[in-house]
Each structure stands twice: as structure tokens, then as C-alpha cells.
């Protein structure tokens, strides 16, 4: 190895002045380059955006014209819903126009059904590259820890919906795009009125998951008030998927019945029989989520909108499900955690201003949820012993 010369105590001045005083003029230099640089360069730097956007602002901020087609970036998409909502929208916009990414590695059949990226939402940088190199215009936040598992690792959770979802407003208002960001009926919390739950009321959430949806719903209306970002937030229900399975959340037993149905006819469900919350299938909450991305500005009275399909309590699933398999066997051992999660949240939604407001309307309802999620099995099934 080679010898590193000794440096005395004397030697350091006159090693380091010259590169303090090389700092400096590279700061001031750094600084007059950033009060020219255009103002979407400077959202991360507030105090010295000169940027003000009234709050009757068009909306103005989506790069394309209306006859182009979004190009779409989905974060967190190998969960429960971004694989579905990619298929919609590749149907929709083209296969090379919507790009999945998560930082987990997606399955063959994913990676082989159209472009798939690692994206970290906690790489700021990362995440510009993506946004500039493939120039996105649409951009659907799907990257989350859910209620239950957010409980059990709250840093984690704080990090990925909170620090995460910073990256993601800063990229969306410096790059214009039009920005979804689902929240959830967790938003709401014991204090809310749960029988229904109106779009405006208390939001006292109990869980690091539900306040972290309040912070984003806040955070980007204020962006969207402040910077003019076409800021888009659907509060969805639990969802109810066949081919997807959910990621740790509180209305989780309401798609793991099927499962233990059809696998050995005995499901142990970890909520009380009478716990009421509101539920959704996935291809309506899909549906939506296309519908009000695809929404004309103008009829977007509101930033945030509750949606609703159906509420049910898992004795009446059960009850549901035995009329097409009298044989189910359905026991409880309630989850405490899920269950405290689960009292605190909305019973019924009202869902009445999304309806008024850009049309919104749910197909499924509880009988057509248990039947198609048992014809999706029964064909599964049926494929399964064919080969
Ligand atoms: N599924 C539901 O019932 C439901 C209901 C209401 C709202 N939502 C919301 O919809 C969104 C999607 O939900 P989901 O059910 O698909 O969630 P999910 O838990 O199934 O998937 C979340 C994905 O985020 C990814 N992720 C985690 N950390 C990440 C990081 N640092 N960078 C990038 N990706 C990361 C995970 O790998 C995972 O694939 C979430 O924001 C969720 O809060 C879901
Ligand atoms: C309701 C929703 O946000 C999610 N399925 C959860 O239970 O955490």
C-alpha cells in the first residue's frame, strides 16, 4: 500500500481555507442558479418557489393533450390491486404505456404482461429518473403498509406512507402529472360517525395506517390548492380480489374466506360475527379509480372522495356463501388488534358526492361478489384438475 503523507497541525490551514473558500463561491453560485431555474425545480426548496397557484387555478398541469394517452406509472404494483389496475389500463391506454414497478421481484406471468421497473418510493432520485426517462404523466400511488401490518411495524409504516409519499407529491408537482392516491375507510376513526361516514367529518384515526391516509388526503389538497397539482384520492372500502391476494390488512378475512372455503370448507374468521364494514369488489374499485383519473376537472367538486359498493358483517359472508356451499363451517378467534381496528372504522360509507359529482356506480353487490368470486374458483378449479 502506498504511504499517505503526514500532515502536521500547521499543514491544515493552508489545506483547508482554499477549499472553504471553493466551497462558498460553488453555494452562492448553486443559489443564483437556483433562483433562475424554473419553478418546478425548486418544490423541494420551498422558500424559494415564487410559485403561487390560485385555488381557481385550471388544471393546467397534465402534459398531454386529450387526444395522447397517459403514460402511466403505478409504485407498489405487485399488491393486491396493481396488477388488476394495470391490465385496465393497459386495455385502455396501450401495454407500453402503463409501467408497473414495486421493489418486490414480480412473478413470470407479470414481468412476460408488460413493462415492469424496481422503483423504491423512498429513492427520490430513482423515482425521477423513472418519471423523466419515460416521460409519465399519470402517476398512481399504490406503494403502502396496510392497517395490520402497519401496527406491527409502525417505523416501517411511518416511513414508506409517510417520508414515501413526500418523494411522490414533490416528483408529481415538479413534473406536472396528474397524481392517485387512494386513502381508505381507516381514515376515519372512533370519533367519525360510522353509520354512514360522510366525506367530510372528524378524522381521528387510531392506527399509524389511518393517520398516514389523513396526512396524504391533506397533503395533496394543499398541493393541489398551493402548486395546482391535478391531485386525485378515491377512499376505498375493503377490497375483494380472487386472483390477488391482500397485503396485511383488517378486511383481509373477507377474501381469505373464499380461500379456506374452497380449499377445505372450514374458515376461522379473525373478527366478531357482527363486525360491519364497508366492502368493495376489486373490479368496481378499479373501475373507479379509471373514472375519476379519467374525470373532467370541472366536475371535481372535491379532491377526495368516499366510494361504496356494499356493507356486510362476516355472519352475513358466511350466510352468503352457505347458500351456494351449505357445508361451510365458519368459527371465530378474534385478532385483537383487527378487531379494536375494525370498531373504530366506518360501518356504512356515504358515497353520495362521488355519485353526484362524476357518476360513480358499483355493479356488484353481495350476492354478485360471492358468485363471481365462486365462478372464478370454479373455473380455477375445474383448469386446475384438467391438467
Ligand atoms: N386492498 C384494500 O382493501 C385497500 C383498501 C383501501 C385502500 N387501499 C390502498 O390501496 C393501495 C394498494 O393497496 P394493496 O391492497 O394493493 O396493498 P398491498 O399491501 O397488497 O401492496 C402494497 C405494495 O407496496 C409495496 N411497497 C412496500 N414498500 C415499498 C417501497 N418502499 N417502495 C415501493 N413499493 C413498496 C409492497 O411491495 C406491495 O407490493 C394502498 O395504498 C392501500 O392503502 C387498499
Ligand atoms: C380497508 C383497507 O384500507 C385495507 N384493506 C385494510 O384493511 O387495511
Redesign the pocket.
Known sequence: MQEQPEITGGDWRGIIMPIIRTLGTVAQQAQRVQQVLPVTVAIRNISFSPRQVTSDASFHSVSFSETDHPKVLI????????VGLAKLLRKRFGKNNVIL????KPPSNVFHSGPFIY?????YKNLREIVVNNRITWLV???????A?GEANVA?AR???IT?LHNILDIAAEHGLRLF??????AFGPTSPRNPTPDLCVQRPRTI?GVS?VHAELMGEYYHHRYGLDFRCL???????AD??????T??YAVQIFHDAIKSGKFECNLKPDTRLPM?Y?DD?LRATLEVMEAPADTLTMRTYNINAMSFTPEELSQELQKQMPELEVTYDVDLVRQAIADSWPMDFDDSNARKDWGWKHDYDLPELVQTMLNYFGVETRMVGAN
Request: charged share 10%; with cysteine; glycine share 18%.
Open positions: 409504485t407498489g404494483g405487485l399488491g393486491q390491486l396493481g414497478s414495486d421493489i418486490r422503483s423504491d418510493i423512498l429513492d400511488h399504490y406503494s403502502a403498509l396496510l392497517s401490518v416501517l416511513s414508506v406512507n414515501g392516491v387512494p386513502s381508505t375507510i381507516g395506517y391516509k377512499r376505498y372500502p375493503g377490497i375483494i380480489s390477488s391476494m391482500p397485503g396485511g390488512g378486511t383481509d368493495m376489486i374499485c
